[in-house]
Nanobody
Framework: QVQLVESGGGLVQPGGSLRLSCTASGITFSLNTMGWYRQAPGKQRELVASINSGGRTVYADSVKDRFTISRDNVKSTVILQMNSLKPEDTAVYYC????????WGQGTQVTVSS
């Protein structure tokens, strides 16, 4: 059974930082492309960042130079470090794993507000 368990969301003031973590089980983690997506109310789910098995990263233009994605294949964990947060970053953030199939976590709420 595949499980992706996210943690680290919460409420933060504009300009602050949060670190999201996603731990996977039931998959060969090192072979999967891991990603973070987000969905704001009334909007479609969008890619935030991804990292493939070779460590190549992709970022949405809106988060470049502010967010960093990394992975630890020993711990089967992918991290999203989010700095200089803005109110428009408010959304539910989802972890994803992709190889032959797409798997999703349950999501974690990130709210950026003063």
């Amino acid at each position: 059974q595949v499980q992706l368990v996210e943690s680290g969301g919460g409420l933060v003031q504009p300009g602050g930082s949060l670190r999201l973590s996603c731990t996977a089980s039931g998959i060969t983690f090192s072979l999967n492309t891991m990603g973070w997506y987000r969905q704001a109310p009334g909007k479609q789910r969008e890619l935030v960042a991804s990292i493939n098995s070779g460590g190549r990263t992709v970022y949405a233009d809106s988060v470049k130079d502010r967010f960093t994605i990394s992975r630890d294949n020993v711990k089967s964990t992918v991290i999203l470090q989010m700095n200089s947060l803005k109110p428009e970053d408010t959304a539910v953030y989802y972890c994803s794993a992709r190889l032959a199939h797409d798997y999703w976590g349950q999501g974690t709420q990130v709210t950026v507000s003063s």
